[in-house]
Every structure is written in structure tokens, then in C-alpha cells.
């Protein structure tokens, strides 16, 4: 078989793997996803001042600063031991609704859309954004960019400047909403809540009424039986701030709903041989292999795990779209990956709900935005659902409020387990002996991750702006015998 | 453009300070990020010229080189398969077909990394050396007639 090796010039960091590996008939054996590791993150944290972590771990992540800002904010709340006041809260979750509604828009557009819009096996050049736009329009293409750019206005509203917000303070937030901005506000939901409903009807024509798609969605090459995990409220509800921490079983019962303080109670991590990033599992219920099942302790953590692990959403016109969502597919839980991107649009949203419903609350303008800590430090642990999934960070000080341990969660290491698995199933169904590997068929095996939106780490800034991703295929003689680097 | 969290991966962000403390014209505005794709984007709209100065790994590449590219540069790698966001000229050409007020002329400046992987707030001693020089590119290259 022919070796293809392409070797763009392009910056490296953040490289994602998927490495294929065939039996003698030509069958694929195994599939590794690997994630690179970033060096000396514990050690950098140690002798630093616990209150600059908001500023310190959102420039690990140069996707979602917004969640590793909110995560560790509420980690600095346990930390001090003090309680921020009812406005502080809720200017918190209004601005983690904002970057939520940008976040969950570009995904949408810009990565799950080209492969249902243009299709999976679309030429390269036309599957991307311009292809989408060229089928459905530029009004849609104005409006992506509009909603992005209002949301964006808010974070930098409350948070000081456009990255890297400084707003999330022990006890509270820096700054607070004036009568004129929160009408500002306000304007901006009701056009992202318009804009929600619009990119659902696009998900609806585009993808729901097609019968090869919805067929593609549903078929065993995407689907796994897992645990799922999700921040519900105290009635159960989707949250992406607070909450406890509830997880499904494949059958969609409760097996545990935990405070941020039990984490390690209930999840452990593993190493194995060929990734340096710690596989995390349900410790109660053990690890046993890549594999699914109410025996294995593999778990989810994404869009649809929150869809999975809640009893509904806490907004009217999400709540109505997650029964929609539930009786389409067959009822709960859903385990099919794909539809990841169908609860990626039910959470935006509840997102655009959410910030709308925030903008109007009567305490929303109060200036009672901050309580001044008095404890002495010692230990935190702060939760949030990142647009990915379950971001932890817990911390440890002495009472001077140096950090003497740092350990953080990320949400796409919380998924490593089952995005293996899930390319591998895709592989298994895709690669046949003899059959050719085409462009379009690794794009079929991508789309099995994709619906994670796996975060390789922390430079994705990068200048030609995207992250690479390399796909090895090797013979059962351990060749390389297909090598496609983008 | 940067993570200053990164070792080399923070060059760009350390030629950015300094520019700072040397430029002092009204007409010149210097942003410090660590975004991509459609989020540059935004940071672009309303400008007539832009620089864009960020750390490289290529193949081969020394540590401390500095490459002037135009975003044509980057043309090869125009498809949505990244992780997170579109890359950078279909995030242009996105931009331009809406109609959004883009700079005529972008400029790209990018200095070879040696390590963008491991947490320290201090660039490799060869990328070190290179910031000065950088830094003189870069004024020159804004003192430049873009029409010329």
C-alpha cells in the first residue's frame, strides 16, 4: 500500500493522534486517540498566590479561558470559605451564559455543520464554513459572526477586555451592571435566544429531515453504552455554573450525585502505556479496559452526558427542545455520539435563555457584587461544566493563601477513555480489508470525535488556527502504511 | 499573539511589550491574545493595516528565526478539520465575503519556537535573542509605506 506522508509547515503545538493499527486479514485490531501532554503545570502553580489562578490557569486554554476563569473563581470561593452574594452569582452565570453562547455557536458552525451541510464525504476544499455559507446563505454567516461578536461584548462588559477577563474574585466579581448596560444586555439575549431557535431549524432541514443522516446518526458505528456525568441544580436540571455533580448509568439511572469536595471520592485516573495524559474513570465502579457497559467505568462528559445526566433544563423553550430531542431519538438515556451535536444546539439554547432571563432579574444591578473574605485559606475544590465537559480545579495553600498543590481535571482528558473508543468502533465499522482508505472515510472516522471537540491542551491560538491532527494506520507488522497530517 | 504560560509560545506576546514601550503613536494599536480563527477575526475588523507577530514551528526550523509571511502563507491548511475553530485565511475569506471592514494588508511576523510545551513564563535562550531583532523588524515594517 502506498505511504502518504504530508508534512505541513505549521505550528505543532497541540497535536492530536489517532493511530490505526491493522490485523493480518486487514481489520483493524486497535485505535489510539492521544492528546500531548503539558509539562510542569503542578509545579508552575506551587508558591504562587492562590487569587491570581483565575488570571494564571485561563491562559492555559486559549479555547475556553472563560471556564478554567469561572472554575477556578469558584475554587477560590471554597478556598477563603466565604459565600459571594446573590448578584455576584448571578453575574457570574450571565456571563458564563454569554461565552457559553458563543462557544456552542462555533462549534456548531464551524465544525459539526460542514460535514451535515456539505456532507461527510464533500471535497476538502468546499466541506469548511465558506461551503456552508455558500449553500445556505450569508444572512446565516452575518448572523454567526453578529451573535458572536454581541457575546463577546458582554464578556469584555463585565470581565475588563475582550480575552483573558479579569472579573471572577473571591467572594464575588469586579464589576457589576449599570441600568443602561443591563438593557444592553438584555437586547443581545433576545437576539441570541432568536438565534438559537434559528440554528435548530437549520439542524431540523438540514439534518433531522434527511433520512441518511439521521440514519448515520443512530447507526452502531457511533454509539456507545457509557456512564454520563453532568452539574445539574437542585431539581436536577442542566447547569453550567452550580450544582452537584450527578451521574447517569447506561440506563440512565442516578448511580451518584456529589459535591465538588467528593470528587476523588468518585473519580479516579489511570496510566497507560501509550498516552501521558491520566485516563479518569468511575473509581466505584473500576476500570476495565475501552470497554462499555454498566460494568465498565468509562464515562462521558460532554453536551449530551449533561442532556443524559439531568432530568430537563431549567429554561422553557430548551426544556420543550430536550423532550423534542428525547422522543426523536428514542428516549433516555441517548447514547449514539453524534447527537452530541443536536444537545450542543439544546444547550445554546438554554444559554440565550438563560442570559435573557439573568438580564431581567430585578437584583442583577445591585452593587452588592462582593463579600470580602476573612477565613484563612487551606483547601478548594471548584466545579463548572466548560462547553466540553466537566472542568475541575482543586487547590491546596498554606494560610498565607500559596498554592502548595494544584490538580485540575480538564474536561477533554474526562472523555479520553471514550473518544478512544469511539474512534476505534468507527474505524472497525469504516476500514475493510481491501476496501480503500479515501479522504472521506477518515473524515467519517473524525466525525466520531468530533461531537467531543477534543481541547489538545493550551495553544490553539495557533497562526494558521488550527490545531493539527494526525492519522496513522500501520499493518499487523507495525508499518506505517497510511499517514494523512493535517 | 501567544500563550505566555508556554516558554517560546510567549514570544510573540514578549515583542508586543516591548513594542509598547517603544511605539507611541495614536495611529497605532497593539493587542496582546491568545485567540484563533473566527475570534481574530473579530480583533481585525476596523483595522487598515494589521501585524501579526506569533511564535512558529516548522520543519527543520532554527530556534530564533524569524519568518515575514503574508496569511497566503497558511493557504495549504484551508479546510475545517481543526479541533476548535476554522484556521486563519478561511476565517479571512469568511470575513471578506460578509463584507466586514478587514485591514488591506496583513503582515505576519514568526519566530521559530524550540519548546511550546512546557509551563514557564520564560522563552528558550535562542528565541530570547531573537525578540530584539523582531522588535526592529516590526517597527520598520509599520514606518513602511504599505503602498510601496
Known sequence: MKKITIDPITRLEGHGKIEIFLNDAGEVENSYFQVPELRGFEKFSEGRLAEDMPQITQRICGVCPEAHHMAATKTLDDLFHVDPPSPAKKLRELFYSSFYVTDHTTHFYILAGPDFVMGPEAPVAERNILGVIAKVGLELGGAVIKTRMQNHHIIQMLGGRAVHPVFGLPGGVSKGLSEEERKEVEQIAKDSVEFAKLSLKVFDDIVLKNKEYLDMILSDAYTHRTYYMGLVDEKNRVNFYDGKVRVVDPDGKEFAKYAPREYLDHVAERVEPWTYVKIPYLKKVGWKGFVDGKDSGVFRSTPLSRLNAADGMATPLAQAEYERFYSTLGGKPVHQTLATHWARLVELLYAAEKLLELSKDPEITSPNIRTIPTATPDEGVGIVEAPRGTLTHHYITDEKGIIKKANLIVATVNNVAAISMSVNKAAQALIKPGKKITEGLLNRIEMAWRPYDPCFGCATHTLPGQAPMEVTIYNSKGEVIEKLSR | ?148
Open chain 2, 1 to 148: 499573539m501567544g500563550n505566555s504560560l508556554l516558554s517560546d509560545d510567549g514570544v510573540g506576546l514578549c515583542v508586543a511589550a516591548e513594542l509598547k514601550s517603544r511605539l507611541d503613536q495614536s495611529d497605532v494599536t497593539i493587542m496582546e491574545t491568545s485567540v484563533a480563527g473566527l475570534s481574530l477575526l473579530d480583533l481585525l475588523v476596523g483595522y487598515d493595516r494589521a501585524i501579526i507577530i506569533d511564535a512558529i514551528q516548522t520543519v527543520g526550523g532554527k530556534a530564533g528565526q524569524i519568518y515575514r509571511l503574508d496569511p497566503e502563507a497558511f493557504d495549504t491548511t484551508r479546510r475545517t478539520i481543526s479541533p476548535h475553530d476554522v484556521n486563519f485565511t478561511t476565517a479571512l475569506e469568511f470575513g471578506k465575503k460578509l463584507g466586514l471592514p478587514l485591514p488591506q494588508e496583513i503582515v505576519i511576523f514568526a519566530i521559530e519556537a524550540s519548546d511550546v510545551s512546557t509551563f514557564s513564563e520564560e522563552c528558550t535562550p535562542e528565541v530570547k535573542q531573537a525578540i530584539p531583532t523582531c522588535v526592529e523588524t516590526v517597527i520598520q515594517e509599520i514606518r513602511r509605506n504599505p503602498n510601496t
